[in-house]
Nanobody, 123 residues
Framework: QVHLEESGGGLVQSGGSLRLACVAD????????IAWVRQAPGKEREGVSC????????YYADSVKGRFTISRDNAQNTAYLEMNSLEPEDTAVYYC????????????????WGQGAQVTVSS
């Protein structure tokens, strides 16, 4: 019954920008921590960013801090990841992940996951 629909992925040149969106259906987004998790070929899933359901506190991996911005629009049941100054190292499948009123400590273990959006950054 829970469905997360991602959009906004694609191919971009180094230095470019993309905005990922995640629309949630079957739940009220306001009660959930929202994370973006990426997986590059041959690597484990890596938590990129997370935003708290309680007060909107945000978390960013060191590798993306200052370049990526996570946000949420609870009224629209939508989460976003604005990605700027993209680098080839950012190439991965990006997943929207949710968990109910928890912490952002380990987003790779969140309960609900989107289908993944491919982001490819060329050099």
């Amino acid at each position: 019954q829970v469905h997360l629909e991602e959009s906004g992925g694609g191919l971009v040149q180094s230095g470019g920008s993309l905005r990922l969106a995640c629309v949630a259906d079957g739940l009220a987004l306001k009660y959930y921590e929202i994370a973006w998790v990426r997986q590059a070929p041959g690597k484990e899933r890596e938590g990129v960013s997370c935003i708290s359901s309680l007060d909107g506190t945000t978390y960013y991996a060191d590798s993306v801090k200052g370049r990526f911005t996570i946000s949420r629009d609870n009224a629209q049941n939508t989460a976003y990841l604005e990605m700027n100054s993209l680098e080839p190292e950012d190439t991965a499948v990006y997943y929207c992940a949710l968990d109910f009123f928890t912490s952002c400590e380990d987003s790779t273990k969140f309960e609900f996951w989107g289908q993944g959006a491919q982001v490819t950054v060329s050099s």
